[in-house]
T-cell receptor
Framework: QQQVKQSPQSLIVQKGGISIINCAYE??????FPWYQQFPGKGPALLIA?????SEKKEGRFTISFNKSAKQFSLHIMDSQPGDSATYFC????????????FGAGTQVVVTP | DSGVTQTPKHLITATGQRVTLRCSPR?????VYWYQQSLDQGLQFLIQ???????AKGNILERFSAQQFPDLHSELNLSSLELGDSALYFC????????????FGDGTRLSIL
């Protein structure tokens, strides 16, 4: 059973455009929500993370929006670049489960020149 | 470079065999997590160790076992290998556990022939 549902499965965006990836969860005990970026042949790299006490966090061109009541969070990639072409995973964990991450299924992002 | 080292990068073996995957966490990190990534199951949590002690278990098969040594490196042992065990195996480490950033190695690609 997928505890974190991620959409879309893939998306194509033009250079300079905005990429938006959405995730939803059911477990209200989740208290840490990271996003990872993965390139072929590499491990997932931590991109940005948020905790439920804030509704938005921005780091450079990457922004997480968090809606606690809807149990949803999303990643926005502004001014998308060809180098952003990768697979993105949302994840969630709870302190009472020792931080094990539950991952979404992943979104393959392709940024066209 | 995440600072997490996994060896070997690739492993090719036959059904019924046993293999050992090794992980060296980032300097100062006490927690080690193991994850399996496959096309049909995505990224799945297997097991976590904190300072030498097992803390959390996921859907890890009984044929799989792990341990964390006093120098904090960890090994994942896979035995009686089946074709379906072919996957990428990732190790991640964090300073502590429960809502701490996890940093991933580049994985071991296991191919069962």
């Amino acid at each position: 059973q997928q505890q974190v549902k991620q959409s879309p499965q893939s998306l194509i965006v033009q250079k300079g455009g905005i990429s938006i990836i959405n995730c939803a969860y059911e477990n209200t005990a989740f208290d840490y929500f990271p996003w990872y970026q993965q390139f072929p042949g590499k491990g997932p790299a931590l991109l940005i993370a948020i905790r439920p006490d804030v509704s938005e966090k921005k780091e450079g061109r990457f922004t997480i929006s968090f809606n606690k009541s809807a149990k949803q969070f999303s990643l926005h990639i502004m001014d998308s670049q060809p180098g952003d072409s990768a697979t993105y995973f949302c994840a969630a964990s709870s302190t009472d489960s020792w931080g094990k991450l539950q991952f979404g299924a992943g979104t393959q992002v392709v940024v066209t020149p | 470079d995440s600072g997490v080292t996994q060896t070997p990068k690739h492993l090719i073996t036959a059904t019924g065999q046993r293999v050992t995957l090794r992980c060296s966490p980032r300097s100062g990190d006490l927690s080690v997590y193991w994850y399996q990534q496959s096309l049909d199951q995505g990224l799945q949590f297997l097991i976590q160790y904190y300072n030498g002690e097992e803390r959390a278990k996921g859907n890890i098969l009984e044929r799989f076992s792990a341990q964390q040594f006093p120098d904090l490196h960890s090994e994942l042992n896979l035995s009686s290998l089946e074709l379906g065990d072919s996957a990428l195996y990732f190790c991640a480490s964090s300073v502590a556990s429960g809502g701490q950033p996890q940093h991933f190695g580049d994985g071991t690609r296991l191919s069962i022939l």
